[in-house]
């Protein structure tokens, strides 16, 4: 997937990445960097100014009206407040099957939900109540439920659990990762929290100021972050998890590192010349490091 831009000012700039079909890529990244419009734009929720996202060898960027209405149940964004994914005034059963109603898939409604509550230990009788009369964790489940009984071909969940209690976190996302082992579809998480990223994710990449600082298998990237951003978001993570407050910061029109002004190792071309994520499987955006 690539974004190209103009000079503008843009809230994601230059990112590229792809995903395989067995995997959780996780982005992560401080409050601002621009995860939400990314994962927006990977649902085409928000029109990118330019690139591409593919899916398999369809150019989902290039689909347009009806053909974009049709294709619209196949990208399915799990949002942070669950109570905001639901209609109010709608019973919970109602809800869970509006997807499938409204794609024209109604002949798949009765076995789906049988099967997708079984399978997803939805709970039988809260599908009569309306959202304000179940836990949020229940209805998290409920809208994780409607966007996989659309049988999408890219999830996009944007920090699924940030505003459910500690208490159910936890099975929130096992239930992800279970859905994602059993049924193979390509998701993206968005989280600001390292360690969410580092349980669920096989690949991640970390983004500040609407880029990819840097890129690569999990493991390798939080036991051996190159850039300077990663090493600071994983020491904050680490030791000043209670206190760390993340410095909103204004997205950027300059051509610079997007670190430049907090960086150690900050040379003057880093503040005047872009530099492009470079490497193998682990990719770093970070002069310093490429160059040595
Ligand atoms: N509708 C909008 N109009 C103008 N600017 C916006 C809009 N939505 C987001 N932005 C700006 O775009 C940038 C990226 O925002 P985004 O919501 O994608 O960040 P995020 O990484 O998801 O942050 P958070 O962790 O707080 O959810 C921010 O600087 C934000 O202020
Ligand atoms: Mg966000």
């Known amino acids: 997937m690539v974004f190209l831009h103009k000079a503008e000012v843009h809230a994601v700039r230059d990112v590229s990445f792809s995903i395989k079909r067995d995997e959780i890529f996780g982005l992560v990244g401080e409050s601002g960097c621009g995860k939400t419009t990314l994962g927006k734009m990977l649902v085409r929720l928000l029109e990118p100014t330019g690139g591409r996202v593919k899916i398999g060898d369809l150019d989902v960027t290039s689909l ?32 869970l099957v509006e997807g499938l109603r409204l794609s024209g ?16 230990n939805i709970r039988e009788e809260i599908l009569n109540r309306y959202p304000h009369e179940v836990s949020g964790g229940e209805i998290q489940r409920i809208v994780i439920a409607r966007a996989i009984s659309l049988n999408p071909k890219l999830i996009v969940a944007d920090e699924p659990t940030s505003n459910l209690d500690l208490s159910v976190q936890a099975q929130i996302l096992t239930l992800i990762k279970n859905i994602h082992k059993e049924r193979s579809i390509p998701c993206v998480l968005i989280s600001h929290d390292i360690e969410v990223v580092q349980w669920m994710c096989d690949r991640i990449a970390v ?16 036991h051996n972050p190159l850039h300077p951003y990663t090493r600071e978001l994983i020491n904050a993570s680490s030791f000043c998890r ?25 040379k003057q071309e880093c503040r005047s010349s872009e530099v492009q994520l470079k490497g193998g499987i682990h990719k770093v955006a970070c002069r310093a490091v490429i160059e040595g």
Do not use: H
């Open 242 to 266: 209670e206190t760390t407050e993340y410095q909103e910061v204004s997205q950027t029109t300059d051509k610079g590192c997007p670190y430049a002004e907090r960086c150690a190792m900050v």
């Open 105 to 120: 898939r109604r002949d798949l409604i009765e076995d789906t939900v049988q099967e997708i509550i079984r399978s997803m």
């Open 207 to 222: 983004m500040l100021r609407g880029r990819i600082v840097e890129e690569g298998p999990t493991d390798d990237v939080i």
């Open 64 to 95: 347009r009206g009806s053909e974009l209405q049709r294709y619209w149940p196949n990208l399915q964004m799990i949002f942070q407040d669950p109570r905001s994914s639901l209609n109010p005034r709608m019973r919970i059963g109602d809800s």
